[in-house]
């Protein structure tokens, strides 16, 4: 026989505490047994309604609302595990919720822990790398308060702007503070999702307003990387790869798994890049630019007289850039070959993808087939082109206007000192 499970909320109108309010409480009954658990959620027993079960106050009742999704989700669990279910048990498990870290550094170790873990899978090693960074500087703001850790229980807005604070003084970038702000404020969404606190103390604070700028390089500057040929192997890579990403907008992590199996040929005889992109897993389609074909052949010339790399070609998994040094290398030689060729800034491959988008949208291809070929998941993300590329028009344009109006103050200063130059003349001869 199927058991009956129902849940109640409601309110003891005769307990209510020094400031008016009283706790919501939550019935669970199966079969006829009952037992009662505190939700953790209060109100002012004139917004509480008897009949729907409901405050007047739009957020508690959605925190409810997610209440009664975690206890039907666990009698669901208990159920399938354990084949059989009662309301003690499901109170035991969801008071033994407190078994979850309560602190916040314990917090940040396990959510950082569960990143880790989906590796390979939903999450790019990249993005845990980036969270590991922000979990080394929320420690170090800890350490720095004189603390070992904080009870997340205890946790208000102010702490948010301390940890502003205390990344402004260490030097920290815009972007940089917001992010690290952003893994605080998730670490407190986490404690609500798991019932430790009833809200994100941090929901309505405010981030650091800081304009997104993308660095791109100019063609003259391609131009000279083009025009370099570095003595070093490994520098000369990470220059072939730099360029090749300019013309491709290939991403680093997409460079290191491209194979040759990935070039295909379209039915006009053209060929092009077919593959899907590491991070969003988004198929992109990009028409090979005879420059980038030029390294893929040079690339190939070179493996060809390697019997080892032979070996791998025939087996279909030849990679077009060999794996020879890590990541951080090939970054370190970027660095090398922009001092080379006389670049002031600081050469990175996401700027090369940068540089690819900004060109191709100066060339006139429509934004939506530059979204495709770069592989954005959302159209959005190109977007940011078309506004660099709109703002570089508007500066063009008002240097022309000042050099249009500079001439024309030469032009009337030029024709009122020839009229000052008459009318002395004219007076002069009268005299």
Known sequence: MRSTFKILFYINRQKTK????????????????????????????????????????????????????????????????????????????????????????????????????????????????????????????????????????????????????????????????????????????????????????????????????????????VAKLMAMTMNDRETELARLMFVFSCFTGLAIADMENLQYGHIQMAADGRKYIHKERQKTKVEFIVPLHPIAEAIIRHCREEQEGNEEQQTVKEKGETLIFPRDCSRSVINTKLSIVGKACGIKERLSFHMARHTFGTMSLSAGIPIESIAKMMGHASISSTQIYAQVTDKKISEDMDRLIAKHSAKKEETVEREACELSDTSICKMEETA
């Open 18 to 221: 020094a400031d008016g309010r009283t706790a919501i409480l939550c019935r669970i009954t199966i079969d006829g047994k009952s037992a009662a658990i505190t939700t953790g959620e209060e109100c002012k027993p004139s917004e509480w309604s008897t009949k729907q079960g409901l405050t007047t106050d739009r957020k508690t009742n959605q925190r409810l609302h997610e209440f009664r999704e975690l206890v039907e989700k666990t009698y669901r669990n208990i159920l399938t595990k354990d084949g059989v279910v009662s309301a003690e048990l499901i109170k035991n498990h969801l008071q033994g919720i407190a078994t979850n870290p309560t602190t916040l550094l314990a917090m940040s170790k396990a959510e950082l822990q569960a990143v880790k873990e989906s590796v390979g899978r939903s999450r790019a090693e990249g993005t845990y790398l980036n969270l590991s960074h922000s979990d080394r500087i929320l420690r170090e703001f800890v350490k720095d308060k004189g603390l070992q850790d904080i009870s997340i229980s205890t946790i208000t807005e102010d702490l948010f702007e301390e940890y502003r604070f205390f990344l402004k003084k260490r030097g920290v970038k815009g972007t940089t503070i917001n992010n690290n702000l952003c893994w605080l404020s998730r670490l407190m969404f986490r404690a609500v999702s798991k019932r430790i606190i009833r809200y994100n103390p941090f929901e309505h604070t405010k981030y650091e307003k800081e304009e997104k700028k993308i660095r791109f390089l100019q063609k003259s500057d």
